[in-house]
């Protein structure tokens, strides 16, 4: 027996469509706002990474200009510890030259002239710079001075010792004899450049002295 449609099943049809429509444009509406909660979101994130981002480049861009200013003050520090070690061994040089004059006489080394800062240079770019250089008639002895002798100190006297008579050939019959001076030699240091034949001056009290034994033998070149 087939049904009969009347007004009222027309009309509920119409609104079972109504309410599907609704809904379908709620469901809509409601995945529209999520859309674009989650773009707004993404935006929020994006701005706040641009805006961690710009912060770590300024970081970055301080931090560099720290370094740099870091870097300029220590320069400046060592130029100014240069000046000042510079100065410092004039003044220790200044002691060192007159007391050469007596100390080396005691060794029957009687000292015609002493001379600062002598230099020669060879081909090839090689160099030597000797702090005191101290003349006999048929002797000369090269003075290193430091501030603070170290063992690396002595080391590169007794290089420049070696080498002496290759860069100053006027120099070739006589002995050369090696000396260290510091106001502080620690005694290993003093042991090791005694061991090796040079000959140590140390501050002792106001004045200067060898620290040799008197029956050391210096070593000649």
């Known amino acids: ?22 809904e379908v444009s709620r469901q809509m509406r409601e995945s529209m706002q999520e859309a674009d909660r989650r773009m707004q979101e993404a935006d929020r994130r994006m701005q706040e990474t641009d805006r961690q981002m710009k912060e770590t ?3 970055m ?37 007159p007391a050469c004059k007596t100390l080396f006489v005691e ?7 002493v001379s ?3 230099e020669a240079d060879l081909p090839g770019g090689r160099h030597i710079e000797i702090d005191l250089f101290v003349v006999n008639g048929d002797a000369v002895a090269l003075v290193e001075v430091k501030s603070k002798l170290t063992v690396d100190d002595v080391r590169e006297h007794l290089e420049r010792l070696s080498v002496f008579k290759e860069f100053l050939p006027r120099y070739a019959d006589c ?30 009290g106001d004045t200067l002295r060898m620290a040799n034994a008197s029956d050391f033998t210096p070593r000649s070149w």
């Open 57 to 59: 480049d300024r970081k």
């Open 1 to 22: 027996m087939s049904h009969t449609t009347t007004i009222d099943d027309v009309w509920e049809m119409v609104r079972e469509t109504n309410r599907q429509i609704q």
């Open 107 to 113: 060794w029957g080394i009687p000292v015609h002239q």
């Open 116 to 118: 600062r800062r002598v």
């Open 175 to 204: 002995r050369v004899f090696g000396a260290v001076a510091a106001m502080v030699i620690e005694e290993n240091v003093s042991r090791f450049a005694i061991s090796q034949g040079l000959f140590v001056i140390e501050q002792a």
């Open 61 to 97: 861009q301080e931090t560099d200009r720290q370094m740099k200013e870091t870097d300029r003050r220590m320069k400046e520090t060592d130029r100014k510890l240069d000046r000042l070690g510079d100065r410092l061994g004039e003044f220790v040089e200044g002691l060192v030259a």
